[in-house]
């Protein structure tokens, strides 16, 4: 009986082991495996102690042992990643807080869309698709880049932000100087395209 007991009792700690290594493969895991041993092994330890078998008990508190430490590591495990995950969102909320404050509470950054507003007007009259030309203005509105460049700070500070202080507006500032000439270089690419694809002039006629 004992060579039994201890057999199955080894047997799911070797299935408790293997557990841990699966990657993605969950049809034939045991998600309370690791409790369901635990409950077993003090039971048995209950067992062994009343009926003085010293080798039973050997066994079964060294199950206990082993699913108690591994218990034990997946919560603080669990409690760091709650914590890691914790200190992002702080993190996020203070980026967030920072950005709305400098860009729409106290507005302190402004885009220049004047120059492409321009060549879309001067092509307008060219566009062979109407959709196209309101598409291609809205790209170029002043709310819609700001838009694009709240997002576009947000994520820069993100990467660089030390996850503890809330950015200051130099922080912010920084970063919308990085981020804009980024959005100028596309808006050129873009709307240079765009009129080239869809607003062609048309060619003078011959005069053969």
């Avoid at 967030?96 to 402004?110: N, S």
């Avoid at 002043?142 to 993100?158: C, G, M, P, T």
């Avoid at 912010?172 to 240079?192: G, S």
């Amino acid at each position: 009986m004992r060579n039994a007991i201890k057999a199955n009792l080894e047997a799911w700690l070797e299935k408790l082991e293997s557990q841990q290594s699966v990657d993605g493969d969950y049809l034939d895991h045991d998600f309370f495996l690791d409790y369901k041993l635990l409950g077993v092994a003090t039971f048995l330890k209950q067992i062994a102690f009343e009926g003085d078998d010293m080798e039973l008990l050997a066994i079964a508190s060294k199950a206990e042992m082993l699913v108690t430490r591994k218990i034990q590591a997946d919560e603080e495990a669990e409690e760091e990643e709650d914590l890691l995950l914790q200190q992002r969102y702080e993190a996020d909320e203070r980026i967030k807080t920072a950005c709305y404050r400098y860009f729409y509470t106290e507005p302190a950054f402004a885009v220049d869309m004047s120059k492409y507003e321009a060549l879309i007007e001067a092509s307008a009259k060219n566009f062979s698709d109407l959709y196209r030309l309101s598409s291609l203005r809205r790209y170029v509105e002043q709310s819609q880049v700001l838009a694009k460049l709240y997002d576009k700070v947000k994520a820069r500070l993100r990467r660089g932000c030390d996850g503890q202080a809330t950015p200051t507006f130099e922080d912010v500032a920084r970063a919308f100087d990085a981020e804009l000439p980024v959005i100028y270089r596309r808006a050129d690419a873009h709307v240079e395209r765009t009129i080239a694809r869809y607003a062609a002039a048309p060619a003078p006629a011959s005069l053969a």
